[in-house]
Structure formats: structure tokens, C-alpha cells
């Protein structure tokens, strides 16, 4: 997961479900407004539409509809 123009130092609360995975994360957002982090999807996890929530202090919950899906072997 990538976020730009985030306010530089805010702590951007990631959730996502459904899955098996843990359902929430934190990351730091960097001096120029960004942050990467990644999101596991573990082997046997569900398949199928997640949606990403983005929560910041003092914004508006920014949401993403993303797709898991089986990999090949």
C-alpha cells in the first residue's frame, strides 16, 4: 500500500477485511507525505473483493476496493 500527501508525521491507521490476516496495521508517514507498507495475503486467505480504509486524525476515511486472488504455482 502506497499514500501520498499524507501530513508528514501522522500515524495512518490501516484496516482491510475480510481475511484471515490480522485486520489492522499502523504506519508512519514519512517527512514528504508519503508511506509504503505492505498488506500480507497469506496462501489459503480468502479470495475475492477487500476493501482498504485509511483512518487519519483530523481526514476524512479514504477507502480502496482492491481483488485477491489465487496465484499460480
Do not use: H, Y
Not at 490476516?21 to 504506519?27: I, M, N
Not at 497469506?42 to 476524512?60: C, M, N, Q, T
Amino acid at each position: 500500500m502506497r499514500g501520498t500527501d499524507f501530513p508528514p508525521g501522522t500515524v495512518v491507521s490501516l484496516s482491510w477485511k475480510p481475511g484471515i490476516t490480522p485486520a489492522r496495521s499502523s504506519v508512519r508517514v514519512s517527512p514528504d507525505g508519503t508511506f509504503t507498507v505492505q498488506m500480507l495475503v497469506l496462501r489459503k486467505d480468502r479470495l475475492g473483493p477487500r476493501e482498504l480504509r485509511a483512518d487519519v486524525r483530523g481526514l476524512d476515511r479514504l477507502t480502496k476496493p482492491f481483488l485477491v486472488v489465487q496465484r499460480d504455482l
